[in-house]
């Protein structure tokens, strides 16, 4: 009988996998927003990629997503 794998619960609320890879939240954005300029601010918006060379780490962690 084959063991399932465990999802890593933390990496699971963090990442959404979409066709082109895992998507994520842009860090630096949750605190501390008053010393950041508004520039700085508006380029942390929005969702980015996972890049190429952390997604096997990502499919580790949830291998079921």
Do not use: W
């Amino acid at each position: 009988m084959k063991v399932k794998m465990k999802t890593r619960s933390g990496a699971a609320k963090r990442f959404k996998k979409t066709a082109n890879g895992f998507k994520r939240k842009q860090a630096f954005k949750s605190h501390i927003l008053t010393k950041k300029s508004a520039k700085r601010i508006r380029q942390l918006r929005g969702l980015k990629m996972v890049d190429k060379s952390d997604e096997a780490a990502v499919r580790r962690m949830c291998p079921y997503i």
